[in-house]
């Protein structure tokens, strides 16, 4: 059932310990944007912007969350859980950060969401859920995002919004190794009909989300204000899309190639529209 989205602070002894392992969303230079120098377009383009990305860093808790859990049940190594355990915080950090940025940029937008099917839980053994968990989170949804805020952080940039794109990639430069060294682990240990299966997923999992890098012809001729959407931390439609699209490629359905989990030539054209 769907619900606002809507996150709660506790305060007290809970924020104390959060504030001793992610201090940096308090050191932010919080309260130095100044929205009268934006076009109003530009702002509510970013507004929405990252009301989605706060959503979407939530749903990330509840991703590595479902990673945890089937990491331990396939007898992952302990200080690969751990490390998976660990970015829960970050990701817990990162909402705070949007929210927090949304709010300086005038209010987060309305946004419904419901938890029941807020992220993927597979079934099947534990090494299963395992691998199709690392494929899905680590090896595709780490690395568009990753891909998006470097891309954003190449460009001029209000100061504001570059710390938090720094803050958020130093992270998301960690998580996007996971895949990596869960199939080096997982490699000896899965037959060349699971490598099938996990290149069936992959295929569903990058059609399902194709969307975000095939523009509809309203949302490719928009005449936003491109440059203040850059200043204020986004990326205008037309770019963000070629960036997602070029890292499919190059991030994701390449070095997957490389270990065996493989698309088909008519999976590929249709990914990529």
Known sequence: MKAPFEIEWMGGAAEHHFRKVRPEPSTLPWGTLDLSAFAPDAVAYVRASWTNIAVN????????????????????PLDLIAMVGDFLADECAHVEIASRFVMELGGAEPREVDVETFTPRPRGTAMQRASELALRIGCVDEALSGATLRELLAMDLHPLPRAIGEAILRDESRHRRLGGLYFEWAHEKIDDAERARLGHVLF???????????????????????????????????TYAKVLRDAVVSEVLEPLSGIGIVVTDEERAKILG
């Open 57 to 76: 860093e939530y749903r990330a808790v509840a991703s590595f969350a479902e990673v945890t859990r089937a990491f331990v049940d396939a007898r992952a």
């Open 204 to 238: 569903a999992w990058l059609d399902a989300l194709k969307g975000m890098w095939s523009l509809a012809p309203h949302v490719r001729d928009a005449k936003l204000p491109t440059k203040d959407i850059v200043r204020l931390g986004w990326l205008d439609p037309v």
